[in-house]
Structure formats: structure tokens, C-alpha cells
């Protein structure tokens, strides 16, 4: 743990380095996921009729919640098995953030810090801020 | 028709639709949206949820790449995403209450905008007065090249915040990245070398897209019938995309692609006219 605190350590891992391979991560592992969801969703839907794409009428809680999704993950649901792709493919860019946030922590700059946090602010105000109306 | 065949040549499309963005250099996300409207009838919400998945996808696809290179200056992205994220939250509020049809025609016009943006001169010097704002900030920085580290310095830094809102407002509101207006932004504006610009901002979209992404998730845009070949599709058409780039000079087809966008934009303005989505 002392290791994983050390500036040293981390200036020679570069976090640059780091973040790169996040990225790389998220998304190689968000499409993997949407890709086993969607084969299965697939094999067991794909004989039946396109549903109507030309009239929105949103999708259901399962789709749309993080509870649903996990639920219906539990429950072997193909589709909600593809969201979880998508919210770990959402995921990805935010997690970059704090990321950086660690960064500008290491390298003790305050401004940013502060600026980092902002940004993350914004993000959790926009999921959690109930704008979903 | 069945779920399969409409996976599979939505599939081939959003593939189509992410070569395309990347060989002109607009995105993934902006050509998904007339891909879903206007060839699939999909209605434009469901149509922005996926384009904003696009955008997430190709921006982090092709932000590991500019990674490791050291081009991307990560404190100004991040100081300018205080911005986009906040316009972001803006334009997914103001969705609501905008007809789609008006969403459709301003989308028409910024599409057109991005494709006359790709086919100007770039800038490509790298400017040696900055402005106080900018030091305090310490957004100036260097980059590397053949030649060396090349120090930059930054110009304007509010008029570039406040066109950076815009762009965010804009993607909140479209699902795109419009990442032409936050390389205007930073070339025209800020005066920032083109490598700087195009690395920065396509660091700025995935995080601008991510911001009204988990708003839209919520109100039900994102299908999952339509995010699995959406997701897929584009992530291998831009992989496709940045290994041609490599190998062929993208000039002629660059013009080309983006006339047939024009189009495609004029197509979209008119439909929305007419009141059809």
C-alpha cells in the first residue's frame, strides 16, 4: 500500500501510460460485453419482428435504471445484458476523469484538483440531479 | 422484417457510418443520426442515444492512441470541460422542450458546418504570445515533433470557454460530439496548433458525451436493439478507418465524403421543414 502511495512509483508507471490503457480497457471490455448480450439476445429474438424504432415511447425501467439493469442482468436477461455494456462503455470517459483527478493529486496541483473535481461535480449532478423528466 | 436482419444491416451501416466519420474526421456519432432517420425512419430520439454511444465509443478508441504520443494537453481539455460538461447538462435540460423537428433542422446545419470546417486550412503554427488568464491556468504547454518539443501558448482563453459552452449545449441537445466547433474553439479562437486541437478535443467528447449520455439513458433513448450493432458497427468502421489513413492520403475521398454529407445535412434541414420526424 505504502508502494501504491509513493509519487516515485507512479512517475515511473507513467499515468499518462495509465490512462490509455483504461481507456482501451473500457472499451474492449464494454464491447465484448454488448457483443455476448446481443448474441443471445440474438439466438433468442431473432426470428421475431422488429419493434416499431418510428414511434418513441422510451423504454422501460429495466433499461433505464441501474437497479433494472443489474436485476435483469441477474435474471439472465439478454437485453438488460447489452445496458450493462453501455453503462460500462458510459463508464469509461468518467472514470478517465478521476483518473486525472489522481494525477493532479500526485502532483500536488490544487487548481486542478479543484477544476477535476468540478467536472466530476457536473457529471454526478447530471446523473443524479433528476433531469430525467 | 425480423430482429436479425435488422441487426445485420444496421450493423453494415453504423461499420459504414464509422469508416465514414473517421476518414472525413467528423465522428462516429454524426453520421449515425441520418443513418437511423432517414434510411431506418427511426424516431430521432432513439437515433441521438445511439449517436451519443457512437461518440463515446470512437473518442476513447481513438483517444488510446494519442495517449501515449503526448500531444494532448490535459489540463486545458479539462479546464474547458467545465464548460462542455456544464452546456452538456444544458442541452439535454432544453431537449425536452424542443420540437424534434426544429432538432432535426438545427442538426442539419451543424452538420453542414462540420463538413465546411473539415476541408479548411488548419493552423498549424504554434503561437508564442499567451494571455495572462492562460499562465495562470497553465494551459500553456509543448508538443512533440520531428523536430523537437514545440512550445505553445494560448490566446483568448474566455472566448474559447464560451464557444466551448456552446458546443456542449449543442452535443446535449444533438448527441453528437461536435467536436467542429470545439477545434474552432481552440484552432481559430484559442490559437492552438492543430495537433494540439483535434487530440484535445477528442478527449473533450467522450467525457461532454458521457455527461448527457446518463441523462438520456434515464429517459429511455438508448435501445438495446439498436446500441448493440450501433456500438459494434461504428467501433469497427473507425478501427477500419484509422488504419486506411495510414496507408492512403484521405484529401480527394475527405472532399468527396463531405459533399455527399452536405446532402445528407440538406436532406435532414428539408425533411425537418416539412415536419416528418
Given at each position: 500500500m505504502k508502494k501504491l502511495l509513493s509519487k516515485t512509483y507512479w512517475e515511473d508507471q507513467d499515468v499518462e501510460q495509465l490512462?490509455?490503457?483504461?481507456?482501451?480497457?473500457?472499451?474492449i471490455i464494454s464491447s465484448i460485453v454488448v457483443l455476448a448480450g446481443g448474441t443471445f439476445y440474438l439466438l433468442a429474438q431473432g426470428q421475431m419482428a422488429v419493434p416499431d424504432y418510428t414511434r418513441?415511447?422510451?423504454?422501460?425501467?429495466?433499461?433505464?435504471?441501474?437497479?433494472?439493469?443489474?436485476?435483469?442482468?441477474?435474471?439472465?436477461?439478454?437485453?438488460?445484458?447489452i445496458q450493462l455494456g453501455v453503462l460500462l462503455l458510459i463508464a469509461t470517459p468518467i472514470l478517465r476523469?478521476?483518473?486525472s483527478l489522481f494525477a493532479f493529486v500526485l502532483e500536488k496541483d490544487k487548481l486542478y484538483i479543484g477544476i477535476t473535481i468540478l467536472v466530476l461535480c457536473i457529471i454526478f449532478f447530471s446523473m443524479f440531479g433528476g433531469l430525467k423528466v | 422484417m425480423s430482429i436479425l436482419t435488422f441487426t445485420i444491416i444496421l450493423l453494415i451501416g453504423a461499420y459504414l457510418a464509422g469508416l465514414l466519420g473517421s476518414l472525413t474526421g467528423l465522428g462516429g456519432g454524426v453520421v449515425i443520426i441520418p443513418l437511423l432517420t432517414l434510411v431506418f425512419h427511426a424516431d430521432i430520439r432513439y437515433a441521438i442515444g445511439a449517436a451519443l454511444l457512437a461518440s463515446i465509443a470512437t473518442s476513447s478508441g481513438a483517444a488510446t492512441a494519442?495517449?501515449?504520443?503526448?500531444?494532448?494537453?490535459?489540463?486545458?481539455?479539462?479546464f474547458l470541460e467545465i464548460a462542455t460538461t456544464m452546456g452538456a447538462v444544458i442541452g439535454a435540460v432544453i431537449a425536452v422542450y424542443t420540437p424534434t423537428n426544429t432538432i432535426a433542422i438545427l442538426f442539419g446545419s451543424i452538420l453542414i458546418f462540420s463538413a465546411a470546417m473539415t476541408l479548411r486550412k488548419k493552423n498549424q503554427e504554434a503561437s508564442n504570445e499567451g494571455s495572462k488568464l492562460a499562465a495562470v491556468l497553465k494551459l500553456n504547454n509543448s508538443y512533440p515533433t520531428k523536430d523537437g518539443e514545440v512550445n505553445?501558448?494560448?490566446?483568448?482563453?474566455?472566448?474559447?470557454?464560451?464557444?466551448?459552452?456552446?458546443?456542449?449545449?449543442?452535443s446535449g441537445l444533438l448527441g453528437i460530439g461536435s467536436g467542429a466547433l470545439k477545434v474552432l474553439a481552440m484552432d481559430s479562437t484559442m490559437r492552438i496548433p492543430f495537433k494540439v486541437s483535434t487530440t484535445t478535443s477528442n478527449f473533450m467528447i467522450g467525457v461532454t458525451?458521457?455527461?448527457?449520455?446518463?441523462?438520456?439513458?434515464?429517459?429511455?433513448?438508448?435501445?438495446?436493439?439498436?446500441?448493440?450493432?450501433?456500438?459494434l458497427g461504428v467501433l469497427g468502421g473507425a478501427f477500419t478507418g484509422s488504419k486506411l489513413l495510414t496507408k492512403i492520403n484521405p484529401t480527394a475521398l475527405r472532399i468527396i465524403f463531405c459533399v455527399a454529407i452536405i446532402f445528407v445535412a440538406l436532406e435532414m434541414i428539408y425533411n425537418g421543414y416539412n415536419h416528418k420526424f
Open positions: 490512462v490509455g490503457l483504461q481507456l482501451r480497457f473500457g472499451v418513441f415511447i422510451g423504454e422501460g425501467q429495466g433499461y433505464t435504471s441501474f437497479t433494472g439493469i443489474i436485476r435483469g442482468v441477474a435474471h439472465l436477461q439478454t437485453k438488460e445484458f476523469i478521476a483518473f | 494519442y495517449v501515449k504520443e503526448g500531444i494532448t494537453n490535459i489540463r486545458l481539455g479539462m505553445y501558448k494560448i490566446k483568448h482563453v474566455g472566448a474559447g470557454f464560451s464557444i466551448m459552452t456552446l458546443a456542449g449545449v449543442l458525451a458521457a455527461a448527457s449520455a446518463v441523462v438520456y439513458l434515464q429517459r429511455g433513448y438508448m435501445d438495446p436493439g439498436l446500441a448493440f450493432p450501433v456500438i
